[in-house]
T-cell receptor
Framework: AQSVTQPDIHITVSEGASLELRCNYSYGATPYLFWYVQSPGQGLQLLLKYFSGDTLVQGIKGFEAEFKRSQSSFNLRKPSVHWSDAAEYFCAVGPLNQAGTALIFGKGTTLSVSS | GAVVSQHPSRVICKSGTSVKIECRSLDFQATTMFWYRQFPKQSLMLMATSNEGSKATYEQGVEKDKFLINHASLTLSTLTVTSAHPEDSSFYIC?????????????FGEGSRLTVL
């Protein structure tokens, strides 16, 4: 079955501390992986995406993610968290070159930032 | 990047009425759009896949007669919640994948908060 698992429902980190949000996926075909961020009451904004090439991808707002095929993981990281990073983060997977197929989302991780 | 616009952002209606939500791709043609529903503090649940010029494909458990989807053009899909009830109150988000290039990321509308009184 195709699925995305985000093991951490809620994470709290101190401002300035590093962050890692976990994502594991199960997908039958070559996966196209994404991280989205959602602020309260807002739509989703793409942070970064990966489907091939360098397994460490850089995104917006200082985020990066590393694809590890052997672990079926695509963890999101940030070296130093800012208070404005507090939001809901979603990992998603979909097929490559199939614009007619929706993405599968994980349940999300809520990030709180303490001062 | 590609832009998807959704309207209205908030709507309050009385129980039993119908509400229409529009989703437009502003700078690309989307033969397929997706409608998601999100409950508070939960993930996105795919409701249906909207196909231009043909019937939408609904996910299991989603009532097609309650959630009417029309995709009349390559840039517009509409979701109509018919005979709305309080349990239909939710955050509805439309999205589309830009078919150009690698057919990659999903672009999201701003979402529509529906409150049924």
């Amino acid at each position: 079955a195709q699925s995305v698992t985000q093991p951490d429902i809620h994470i709290t980190v101190s401002e300035g501390a590093s962050l890692e949000l976990r994502c594991n996926y199960s997908y039958g075909a070559t996966p196209y992986l994404f991280w989205y961020v959602q602020s309260p009451g807002q739509g989703l904004q793409l942070l970064l995406k990966y489907f091939s090439g360098d397994t460490l991808v850089q995104g917006i707002k200082g985020f990066e993610a590393e694809f590890k095929r052997s672990q079926s993981s695509f963890n999101l990281r940030k070296p130093s968290v800012h208070w404005s990073d507090a939001a809901e983060y979603f990992c998603a997977v979909g097929p490559l070159n199939q614009a007619g197929t929706a993405l599968i989302f994980g349940k999300g991780t809520t990030l709180s930032v303490s001062s | 990047g590609a832009v998807v616009s959704q309207h209205p952002s908030r709507v309050i209606c009385k129980s039993g009425t119908s509400v229409k939500i529009e989703c437009r791709s502003l700078d690309f043609q989307a033969t397929t759009m997706f409608w998601y529903r999100q409950f508070p503090k939960q993930s996105l649940m795919l409701m249906a896949t909207s196909n231009e010029g043909s019937k939408a494909t609904y996910e299991q458990g989603v009532e097609k007669d309650k959630f009417l989807i029309n995709h009349a053009s390559l840039t517009l899909s509409t979701l109509t919640v018919t005979s709305a009830h309080p349990e239909d109150s939710s955050f509805y988000i439309c999205s589309a994948r830009d078919g150009r290039g690698d057919g990659g990321e999903l672009f999201f509308g701003e979402g529509s908060r529906l409150t049924v009184l």
